[in-house]
């Protein structure tokens, strides 16, 4: 009995630690116009053209990363699986390095390599440095986009599943879209969901690169208005909930389908 | 020349060699087993007729061609493998298709290729589930009708039938042999299940240690085998040593007795195992024949099998459960009986 009091009280006192000051943020940015609550602030986020901008910017951004980091781990993850999987510590050891060495360290080091002096100019042009960001956060997607994918994969028989397809004429590119990707798809886009969530905050690699992005937008907002940044925040929280959500979701319905099987 | 010609196969894992200089010629439209213990190298000899393995040395040739470079995708080969490897995201009808549909076919016809195989398999109506809605035969089955739906030069099986249940595992062996035949396609199954084997195939190859030990008709196999090995892993014969006397007789547990065949060019002395077959054997309480001890007697319904003790030796023998002639008691002191013709003298391994 005593445990379990101390447990629930526990609980609590997190919640508290947790809620409190959302709670604070969403009833402040609730008080824009004086002696009413209204969403005001709200309107005058969403009205504002540099706001659909910078976040329109970053959803495309966090789509083009999400395809990059397909097309990147799931052949990879596929043939390590397949013909190297002698390699798969160190490559799952690579896909976490993002996750330990803080962004900053990573974008000067990209703008050391790409500068405008360097033998590969990236950060000279628009579409070079949109390469540039879209390369980093595709690294910065890394741990989740291959652990979700490398789990997915373990569900089906790869080897077996590849042999069937291949004496049935198919190549590689065929293998790969028709029976790899459908196969993980879930884990694929749980996988994207969090790149996702990851994108629309970003700020370092934007700020740095010079990008107007959702990121540098949501701190100009802080550094210079009083109630539209907290109204910002909480629509941010709310689309990381929602990926969470999708997430769960997800997850959910492709258990429930396994356990059919 | 044959329609499939494996000729000097070998292939080896590092240092171990998995296959040895293996031999096979298949005619157009026959069905050839594997047969073998576990580990013995039959699914590496199918996986290189496939492609998945590159030979170490040695040729395949299909229909004259060599293939022993190509890619599996290249080859034009039907697979079914023990564990369905049904594309779980397809249903039924595109795993059917598939093949068809990687080869370039027309919507239309790829339908009706559909439906054909489908008929064929006795699942005319299965064609919208998942393969996770079917049952193990079932998907096996569909596995079958995809490998069959690109009408490939050879079909190969890899221990089709081991993950179902006996009953199943028994139609369906028939089902398979019934299809075969009429598509008249060639094939090759591999099975560790020796009545599989003898009731299904053409010609039964039984491997040994990456070897194939004798080559022959089922009844072939059966009937004389050629090594020690053949006869113990194919039956229940009974395994007999003894030595050469001459070209005619040898010594059983000092006891002479005469050999039909296969002790020419023996020398005196020389150790000889022989093989016996079960119901070859007859027995009789007194008179001639060889003197032994009843060691046990067990009923398996029509047929009673006796094991008797002679010497340092255990013979089985099978006889018929007749009501007239109740069997003998264990330790009973009996006579055993056979031919000159059903002593099997048996080559090295
Ligand atoms: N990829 C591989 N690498 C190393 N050794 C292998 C490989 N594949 C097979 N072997 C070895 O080759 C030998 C023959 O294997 P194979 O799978 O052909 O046997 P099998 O006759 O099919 O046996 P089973 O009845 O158990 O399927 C085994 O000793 C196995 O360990
Ligand atoms: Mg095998």
Known sequence: MRGRLWSIAVVLIGALYFFLPLIGMFEFSLRMKRGVYSFEAYRVVLGDPHFQQTFGYSVVLALLTIVLGVLIVVPTAYWIRLRLPSIRPVVEFVTLLPLVIPPIVIVFGYIRIYNT????????????????????????????????????????????????????????????????????????????????????????????????????????????????????????????????????????????????? | MAFLDLSHLEKSFGATRVVKDF??????????????????????????????????????????????????????????????????????????????????????????????????????????????????????????????????QVLLLDEPLSALDAKIRVS???????????????????????EEALSMSDRVVVMHEGKAAQVGSPFEIYTWPKTRFVASFVGTLNLLEGEVIDAGRMRLDGIEVPVARGLDGRGTGEPVTVALRPEAVSLGLNGSGLAGTVESVAFLGAVVRTRVKLGRQTITLDSFNQTATRPPEPGAPVRLMFGADDLLVLGED
């Not at chain 1, 999708?246 to 492709?254: A, D, P």
């Not at chain 2, 005319?124 to 009708?145: E, I, K, Y």
């Not at chain 2, 062996?173 to 299940?193: M, P, S, W, Y």
Request: aromatic share 10%; charged share 15%; proline share 4%.
């Open chain 1, 117 to 261: 002096s360097s033998w590969l100019p990236l950060t000279g042009s628009w579409l070079g440095t949109n390469l540039l960001i879209l390369f980093g956060y595709a690294t910065l997607s890394l741990p989740y986009m291959y652990r979700a994918v490398d789990t997915g994969l373990r569900t089906i028989d790869v080897a077996t599943l590849t042999e069937a397809a291949q004496s049935l004429g198919a190549g590689w590119g065929r293998i790969l879209a028709t029976v790899i990707l459908p196969n993980v798809f879930v884990s694929v886009l749980s996988g994207a969901f969090l790149t996702f969530a990851i994108v629309i905050g970003e700020y370092v690699f934007a700020a740095l690169l010079n990008l107007d992005t959702f990121g540098p937008y949501m701190v100009w907002m802080g550094s210079n208005r009083a109630y539209e940044p907290s109204a910002l925040a909480v629509i941010a929280f709310a689309i990381t909930w929602a990926c969470m959500a999708l997430i769960q979701l997800l997850t959910h319905f492709s258990t429930f389908a396994k356990a059919r099987r």
């Open chain 2, 23 to 152: 031999d096979l010629s298949i005619e157009k439209g026959e069905f050839v087993s594997f047969l073998g213990p576990s580990g013995c190298g039959k699914t590496t000899v199918l996986r290189m007729v496939a492609g998945f393995e590159k030979p170490t040395t040695g040729t395949i040739r299909i229909d004259g061609r060599d293939v022993t470079r190509l890619k599996p995708n290249q080859r034009n080969i039907g697979m079914v493998f023990q564990a369905y490897a049904l594309f779980p995201n397809l249903t039924v009808a595109q795993n059917v298709g598939f093949g068809p549909k990687v080869a370039g076919m027309a919507k239309a016809e790829i339908g009706e290729r559909v439906e054909e195989m489908l008929k064929l398999i006795g699942l005319p109506d299965l064609g919208d589930r998942f393969p996770w809605q079917l049952s193990g035969g079932q998907q096996q089955r569909v596995a079958l009708a995809r490998a069959l739906a690109v009408r490939p």
């Open chain 2, 172 to 194: 369906l062996r028939e089902e398979i042999r019934a299809l075969q035949k009429e598509l008249g396609i060639t094939t090759i199954f591999v099975t560790h299940d020796q």
